[in-house]
């Protein structure tokens, strides 16, 4: 049986928590939030200060200036996209427009999925993920649990996170596309959240939606140009039931200024090249960290590691989250999310610099 759905705001990057109880904004490193740490384009800072005088007037609701970057970011139409307040506020949406009634969800996964299909009244069927395959999901299997579930007991949608939060491992094309085709012939939604994809983007599947009505992609801009204070995200539609997730869209979602750092990101692709470069480098040297001071970690295709920590005593999983936290270091700990159990964390992808830091700490720990 599932247990309790996960519990509001369980996720990473409450760093004013730490600022709440006397930390300086400049001492606390913030591990627990999968974000660029290169910080937004150069760019969008500086569209932004030029921005700020238009806040007097109401945000363009239907977002027609980013909705055209986007598409032609992803050479695509723009009837097709809606942005929204983070791709959270998509989700949400979506179940609450296409009101399925079994949700298949993998786990562990990103904990909104089921929360979203909770609390509209969805009955939620997790799909387990092993622990010993680093949490890969097999789509020949998947595809069997959908047949056996069709059409005594009929799932209606499917949620996928690829690559996977917390796990970072990636799902190829052609895996998904497989598992996109079964859902077309027996009409089952796939909504497929490609958060983390802009990290290995020839994997995304955003050009497949237009051939399949039953296939909606999720697109997130806060992680890649490290927008999260502004909360934007998109989804890809097909035309047959965008008219759908419209009717109920509250408007003015998306603020002007959030527009505006959208469309800027979207034309600096000289940083794109660049945190592509950087990640690669400090992903290395993460994995580098990991293996002297010879702990377990899930291989990532994302800008993040999930990880196990295995010290002493029956607590070691609190005394770890608990000593980073007292030393100014936030690490997102996994332990409430379906499917892992306590010892298992996620951190972030920063620079070098503050990576070395982290692991200076955690073997002070150990």
């Not at 990640?279 to 800008?303: D, T, V």
Request: aromatic residues 10%; charged residues 30%.
């Amino acid at each position: 049986m599932p247990k309790d759905r996960p519990s509001l705001y369980t996720h990473g990057g409450d760093i004013y928590s730490l600022l709440m109880e006397g930390f300086k904004y400049e001492d606390i490193i913030d591990f627990s939030a999968s974000i660029n740490p290169l910080g937004p384009p150069p760019f969008v800072l500086e569209a932004l200060r030029g921005a700020v005088k238009d806040i007097k007037h109401y945000p363009d609701p239907h977002a027609r200036l980013l909705r055209k970057a986007i598409a032609e970011e992803h050479n695509i139409e723009p009837d097709t996209i809606i942005p929204g307040n983070g791709s959270t506020e998509l989700i949400y949406l979506i179940v609450r427009a296409l009101r399925p009634e079994k949700v298949l969800i993998p786990a562990p996964t990103f904990s909104e999925y089921e929360r979203a299909s909770s609390v509209s009244g969805a009955e939620v069927i997790t799909y387990d993920l092993k622990e010993e395959n680093y949490f890969d999901l097999d789509p020949d299997d998947l595809i069997s649990s959908l047949i056996t579930h069709h059409p005594s007991r009929p799932i209606d949608m499917l949620f996928l996170c690829n690559p996977n939060n917390p796990t970072g491992r990636l799902l190829k094309k052609e895996g998904i596309l497989k598992i996109a085709d079964l859902c077309h012939d027996l009409k089952i939604y796939l909504v497929v959240d490609e958060a983390f994809i802009d990290f290995i983007p020839e994997e995304s599947i955003i050009e497949n939606v237009k051939d399949n009505p039953y296939l909606i992609v999720l697109r997130s801009m806060t992680k890649f140009y490290s927008l999260a204070g502004l909360r934007l995200g998109y989804g890809i539609f097909h035309p047959v039931i965008i008219e759908k997730i419209r009717a109920i869209k509250e408007p003015w979602t998306v603020n002007s200024i959030a527009q505006i750092a959208g469309i800027t990101s979207l034309r600096d692709k000289e940083f794109k090249k660049m945190t592509l470069l950087r990640m690669r480098q400090w992903k290395k040297h993460m994995e580098g960290l990991f293996k002297r001071a010879q702990i377990y970690f899930i291989p990532s295709s994302a800008n993040f590691y999930l990880f196990r920590f295995s010290g002493k005593g029956n607590s070691a999983g609190d005394s770890l989250y608990e000593a980073m936290r007292r030393r100014g270091i936030l690490i997102r700990d996994c332990s409430e999310l379906r499917g892992l159990k306590k010892g298992w964390f996620r951190i972030a992808v920063r620079s070098e610099e503050e990576n070395e830091r982290l692991f200076r700490e955690i073997r002070d720990v150990l």
